[in-house]
């Protein structure tokens, strides 16, 4: 990109940052949500796969106007799109020619060219839907149909995934097309320098990570501060010259964004809000965390203080204060004040009863390290705000990091209704349509397989306790292995994966692991897991971004068998750990096996679970049918919990930003 045009575009995204709408339309209320509600249903409708499917027809029809054309005729085709679309002139049928140029195009170039239900996924994609397409269907490829109308409509397309290992992978893949069509892809990645994340945001798609995108959005916010229009962001660059405060921007608006993995990121992550911070601390407020921890070990609980299970939350008893006020007596200025002590212990509370080591975090080189619950992959450019973080350092007795200020924060649930266009693509979100919908106005269409599914979903083993769970787990493993046939063990945390990698070396089962200590051959791991009597124990497998696919007569003996360890809050969850077996049309099965023991039930249903274990063994097996709707029962009162908190934090930022608002309106 020459100097001159790059400049040009600079002070383009300068505006388009200016223009950008900060504020989003609350949710609707009463009468105004019972409205809404009819209309996503009405738009689902409207929004069919079979009415997608039809168009798909359409453009496999016209398939051989494009296969007879030499490259340099092909390339012509592609860049009189190019201007049709630039120019907004195309229309409706104009839209499946451009289908059917862009497929032969990824044909030549990578080899691949869509199926119709890929192209139908375009289609849905392009109406602003969320496209359901099972594990292994080809969802990157259905993208970049889409993205290469983005990038032709002239004012940039961010494709957004779960990490910066897929963002490279996918924009040098998938860029191949994007070139011959006229195109600019590039990526973003942690650590990228600004310049290169200027021009990567000024090339025609973008492929980066929810964090890193609206990391940047928010930073550019600060940036701008309260600068109102064009002409004071030139005056300034008069003033200052390109180095100064205007020529810092590196984003040019929120125009479209495609969102893989599209529950994960817009439905899961969402009541993680994205905070941009900078260190405060000193030596003084470190110390008082370690003599935070000192007192958290004095307390007993049902003594000093009460859990709550369901809802993660710590009461201190009067007792429990009497104690904590006697013990911090000359322990300096800081626990003289009641409310600031008792916050301060209630946080460590926290940490000790409720994060734990091996699930939510790990140490590594000793630091503490948050594990992504939903990919299970390491975090490490992110900690827990209000001094959790520090309590838990604290807790595990490593160096602790002072607090950080916070500058600005924005959720990514109202992150994403910034974009002026969304879609979004993912093996499972048809339990969330709803929620889609009311957030976000996104219908969810289901997209069939291109060949019939082939899973056998094998009746559920519901354990007494944990021990008996993972022995039938074991047992069960060992049986596949005899056949021959590859086993994948989902688990929920680090230390659970672990112990039954310990139970299973112990039975003399070679086996691959996983998680988030054992990450870094992860691509090579889930490659594997499909040869011939492999066995891999991996901790959750949202977004891993890499197929499973079957080894030689592997298919002959049955295909990939899958088990669920340990059920998610989310059905979606599990269903995408499912759909890791029998992809494509191959054959393969799984099966759940779970314990009353289990975190889910324990926090969701209890005393039902009690209720249930009585009289049974611990490696009994309990009615199959009574327990699948214990573990459903729970599913959906954890769903209804979590759809409540992710609505409290749209609320909270929609709040935040209308009394400490930084970035004005625009």
Request: net charge positive.
């Given at each position: ?81 190019y201007e049709l679309f630039r120019c907004r002139q195309d229309k409706e ?25 890929q192209i139908a996924g375009a289609f849905a994609l392009d109406n602003g ?10 969802k990157t490829l259905m993208s970049s149909m889409v993205g290469t109308l ?517």
């Open positions: 990109m020459s100097e001159e045009i790059f400049m040009i575009d600079k002070i383009s995204s300068e505006w388009m940052m200016l223009s950008q709408r900060f504020d989003s339309k609350p949710l609707p209320k009463g009468a105004d949500a019972g409205y809404n509600s009819v209309l996503g249903q009405f738009k689902r409708l409207s929004a069919r796969s079979n009415v997608f499917m039809k168009r798909a027809e359409n453009v496999l029809a016209l398939d051989k106007d494009y296969c007879d054309l030499s490259d340099g005729k092909l390339r012509e085709k592609a860049l009189a799109f049928d104009d839209l499946e020619r451009a289908f059917a140029c862009i497929r032969e195009v990824a044909f030549r170039q990578i080899g691949e060219k869509p199926f119709a239900v839907c969320v496209a359901e397409m099972a594990t292994g269907e080809g983005g990038g032709w409509r002239g004012k940039g397309c961010h494709v957004i995934t779960v990490n910066d290992y897929l963002a490279k992978r996918d924009a040098q893949w998938m860029g191949k097309i994007y070139k011959f069509c006229g195109l600019t892809a590039k990526h973003i990645e942690q650590g990228m320098d600004h310049r290169a994340r200027q021009e990567a945001y000024m090339a025609d798609l973008t492929y980066c990570t929810n964090k890193e995108v609206a990391a940047d959005f928010l930073r550019d916010r600060i940036t701008l501060g309260q600068m109102k229009g064009l002409s004071s962001v030139l005056l300034k660059r008069i003033a200052n010259g390109d180095d100064g405060f205007a020529g810092q921007v590196v984003q040019r608006g929120l125009n479209y964004a495609i969102v893989d993995e599209a529950d994960s990121i817009l439905i899961d992550e969402a009541v993680t809000p994205l905070i941009i911070s900078g260190s405060k601390g000193n030596d003084q407020q470190v110390e008082i965390y370690r003599q935070g921890a000192e007192l958290v070990g004095l307390l007993k609980v049902n003594e000093d203080y009460a859990i709550n299970e369901k809802y993660k939350e710590i009461e201190i008893t009067d007792a429990g204060k009497r104690k904590i006020a006697n013990e911090a007596e000359g322990m300096g200025q800081f626990w003289k004040a009641v409310r600031r002590r008792n916050e301060m212990v209630h946080q460590g509370l926290v940490a000790r009863e409720f994060f734990i080591k091996g699930k939510q975090y790990v140490l590594d080189d000793g630091k503490v390290v948050i594990v992504d619950e939903f990919t299970g992959r390491l975090m490490p450019d992110r900690s827990w705000r209000e001094g959790l973080h520090q309590a838990i350092e604290a807790k595990e007795n490593v160096e602790i990091n002072p607090p950080k200020e916070t500058f600005a924060r924005i959720s990514f649930q109202r992150f994403f209704r910034l974009y002026k266009k969304l879609s979004g693509m993912t093996g499972t979100a048809w339990e969330a349509r709803g929620e889609l919908w009311q957030i976000y106005k996104l219908p969810v269409v289901k997209i069939k397989t291109n060949r019939p599914c082939r899973r056998e979903i094998r009746p559920g083993v519901v354990t007494a306790d944990k021990q008996g769970k993972w022995q039938r787990i074991v047992d069960e493993v060992s049986e596949i292995h005899k056949t021959g046939r590859p086993v994948l063990v989902g688990t929920r945390s680090v230390k659970a994966s672990e112990y039954l990698s310990e139970m299973l070396t112990g039975r003399g089962l070679r086996h691959e692991v996983l998680n988030a200590v054992n990450h870094k051959a992860e691509a090579n791991i889930v490659a594997e897991a499909g040869q011939m009597s492999m066995i891999t124990v991996a901790t959750n497998m949202a977004g891993r971004g890499t197929d499973i696919k079957l080894g030689r007569g592997v298919a002959d003996l049955g295909g990939l068998h899958v088990i669920v360890s340990e059920l998610h809050e989310s059905g979606r969850i599990d269903r995408q750990l499912l759909g890791r077996g029998a992809r494509q049309g191959d054959p393969g099965s799984g099966q759940v096996i779970v314990s009353l023991e289990d975190e889910l039930v324990q926090r969701n249903a209890g005393r039902l679970a009690r209720y249930f274990s009585r009289g049974n063994s611990a490696d009994s097996k309990v009615a199959f049918g009574l327990d699948l709707r214990l573990f459903k029962f729970s599913q959906r009162r954890a769903e209804r919990h979590s759809h409540r908190r992710r609505k409290a934090v749209l609320k909270t930022d929609s709040w935040l930003d209308e009394q400490l608002g930084f970035a004005g309106k625009s």
